[in-house]
């Protein structure tokens, strides 16, 4: 029997996979930032069933071009920190990927631009509110941080993931997989000997 959500579309309740469907369809053909430096194209993978959320900043030029999410080393990164191999991880039916903004922003001198405002506003609340089987969200990077859990937002990222078992086990903080992150992994090696062990039993029972 499929389960009714509270979102409605035109006055009709719409059963969860067809809401994830059409929202899908819509968010796919957004616009709203027509002056990207590449165009708009949203980066994203959504499944009615999925128990897994992760929670990142905006697709990379990389990602942009490939349109698959974490495809790249960060992605092989995030991969082993879960325990899971490419297929599960790129099934939507068990694993959702909900950037905090869905298109390549542009790059400045300091690296890629932050997610563009215009996009948490228009899309967040209501592809969340579809998501209604997730039983664990990891949230990456100071964007994600401030939206899902605005607590921690004057914590620092190490301070937030340090304090991970506050909000477990149904949210997590991580530190971005990105390689540029290494010297952090160095430095803090209890994030590796202690989270992860957890994380990856914690996937295991999910998926």
Known sequence: MSHAVRTRFGGIIMHKGETISHLTDQVRACTICSDLPLGPRPIFQLGASAKLLIVGQAPGRITHEKGVPFDDPSG????????????????????????????????????????RSECAPAWRTQVLNALTEVELTLVIGRYAIDWHLPDYGRHTVTEAVKAWSDVWPAQLILPHPSPRNNRWLKTNPWFETTVIPALQSRVRDLL
């Open 76 to 115: 092989d990164r995030l991969r082993t920190w879960l325990g899971v191999d490419r297929a599960t991880f790129y099934d939507a039916k068990k694993i959702a990927i909900l950037p905090m903004g869905f298109c390549f922003p542009g790059t400045g001198s300091g690296g890629d631009l932050p997610p």
